[in-house]
């Protein structure tokens, strides 16, 4: 009888451990579940959502969210006085909706910024939206460019022969989703 109690009393308590040590709790509704210390939170693993009630696993989110029709991505990557590409690149079909340039050092005169990628570097800044690189701000540029065909790196272009200047380029995109 005390171990039918026991059974009984872990289950309709608050908490209730499993025989590794985790421990399932509620609080307000909410399920929370608990290293052996009952203090520490655990990971728990799951498989790849497959209905629309599903929980999302990380590994799902960090491969599908930046690609999901309608999402929206922001893609950063550091300038300095030589032409710079992004280490991440724009998903085939990612639309360019703008373009900030962050100058956090100003650069010397007679330097110039065009944005786009390899296949025409000024695709998305050219030289004559006249980035103000000698003034250390933030400047925006929107647009909406065409859909990407495959996948491609950013790359920044600077022009002249500046002995300094460094800044952000970041360029936010999203995947439309289709009708």
């Known amino acids: 009888m005390g171990k039918v109690k026991e059974f009984l009393k872990g289950t309709l308590s608050s908490t209730f451990q499993l025989a ?32 629309d009630s599903h929980l999302v696993t ?20 550091d300038i300095g006085t030589t032409n710079s590409n992004s280490t991440a690149e724009l998903p085939t079909g990612a639309v360019v909706q703008s373009v900030d340039v962050v100058v956090s050092t100003a650069y010397s005169a007679g330097a110039s910024l065009k ?9 998305f800044v050219d030289a004559s939206d006249a980035v103000p690189l000698t003034a250390v701000g933030t400047y925006s540029y929107n647009l909406r460019s065409g859909a990407r065909v495959s996948a491609q790196q950013v790359l920044a272009s600077i022009g002249g022969t500046p002995s300094q200047g460094s800044g952000k380029v970041y360029v936010t995109y999203s995947v439309p989703a289709t009708a």
């Open 20 to 51: 590794a040590g985790i421990i399932l709790a509620t609080a307000g509704g909410v399920l929370q579940v608990f290293g052996p210390d009952g203090e520490t939170p655990a990971n728990i693993a799951a498989a790849d959502p497959t209905d």
């Open 58 to 77: 990380k590994g799902y989110a960090d491969s599908n969210y930046g690609t999901l029709p309608g999402s929206v991505r922001e893609l950063v990557f």
């Open 115 to 123: 944005v786009g990628n390899v296949g025409d570097d000024d695709e």
